[in-house]
């Protein structure tokens, strides 16, 4: 049977010194409401229940804070762990910072094996356009460690790689090139698998040799062999230039304005069996055994082609004539 007790002002109840005030509700399941506000003036609540639900949609920590910031400098949620240091999820005042650690602010934390585990992290497009910035210190890098061949999974445009991934895609993944557009830089050694197969495949082939190839708006521009160098349609092979795979082609070597073609020592000149064809606005040089001239040293212009004389020679000839 309920019973009403009512009064028409404050009510107190007090005990002994250090008494105890127990509301008990019997065997059962029972409740003890508080219609109004509770208010506890003691230093510590503790809650027994199993279960406890609060209807409130934000609980506030540190409430009555009267100082620019927390005066203690750590609010937040500490987790009883037994015997094994406790876990804390708290806001550091100090560092404007959320720490997710073991320990407690009483103590130290410990950052060695903390974590949070989560799919997505989502940043404030107000902020800095959202970018996410890691902050470290010391010599901290960002891991991906725990992950089973995480350079293997780099598969969208978007994805993060690693450094290993870096490391093969530049040495050992099949694209052996650095690419932008139709301009490509690749590399193809005959000891790795794949390699020659994938550069036949685009077109530039370095026909079972190992070599560097640039290409440029899709076009070859040069190969780099270990005894040669391929540049456009000139090729280098030691000491020696030639014209690359092309026959009767000439190779130029032009100055600007008035500058001249100049050695540090002689011009050597092989000698050739025939006399080379006259070119227009032009002289040719020549070498080929020597006749009346002496010299074997031979021009050919749109005019005639004759031997230039030796000084000996001339003044032989100067003498008789």
Known sequence: MSQLFQTNGDYTIKTADTGTIKLDTGAGVGEVRVTGNLVVEGDTLTVSAENLNVNDNVIILNFGETGAGVSLRYSGIQIDRGTESAASIVFDENDDTFIFAKG?????????????????????????????????????????????????????????????????????????????????????????????????????????????????????????????????????????????????????????????????????????????ASVADSVLVNAGPPGLGDSGVFFVNSAKNDELVSRNRALLLSMIF
């Open 104 to 276: 407690t602010p009483e103590s130290t934390f410990n950052y060695a094996d903390s974590a949070i585990r989560t799919t997505t992290i989502k940043t404030n497009p107000d902020t800095d356009g959202g970018d996410l910035t890691l902050i470290g210190s010391g010599t901290g890098v960002v891991k991906v460690a725990g992950t089973l061949n995480y350079e293997l999974q780099i598969t969208e445009d978007d994805d993060i790689p690693n450094k290993k991934y870096v490391d093969d895609a530049i040495r050992d993944n099949p694209t052996f090139q650095i690419v932008d557009d139709d301009t490509r830089f690749i590399v193809t050694d005959t000891d790795v698998a794949g390699s020659e197969s994938f550069l036949a495949g685009v077109g530039f082939s370095t026909f079972g040799e190992s070599g560097l190839t640039a290409i440029v708006d899709n076009t070859l521009t040069a190969q780099f062999f270990a005894n040669r160098v391929e540049i456009q349609d000139i090729e280098i092979n030691g000491s020696e230039i030639t014209t690359k795979g092309l026959t009767n082609e000439n190779i130029f070597l032009r100055t600007q304005g008035t500058g001249k073609l100049q050695t540090n020592f002689a011009l050597q000149l092989e000698k050739i069996g025939v006399t080379p």
